[in-house]
């Protein structure tokens, strides 16, 4: 998955359906998106670490 790609924001739209609770405030420099942090506050930003890390885990196992 690239960052800023069409499946990366899939992603992160997903990750905000499931996560309403939490504060969803993204970082405005993109350039953070590449070195993860992708949320302001730093809890939000370890959840969907843990997300994406099964993303990636499922996509491994299962289209591969």
Do not use: C, P
């Amino acid at each position: 998955m690239t960052i800023g790609s069409k499946e990366h924001y899939e992603i992160l739209s997903n990750f905000e359906k499931n996560f309403k609770e939490m504060r969803l405030d993204r970082e405005k420099n993109i350039d953070l998106w590449k070195i993860g942090q992708v949320y302001e506050n730093g809890e939000t930003n370890k959840m969907y670490q843990a997300f994406i890390m099964g993303y990636s885990f499922g996509r491994a196992k299962y289209l591969n």
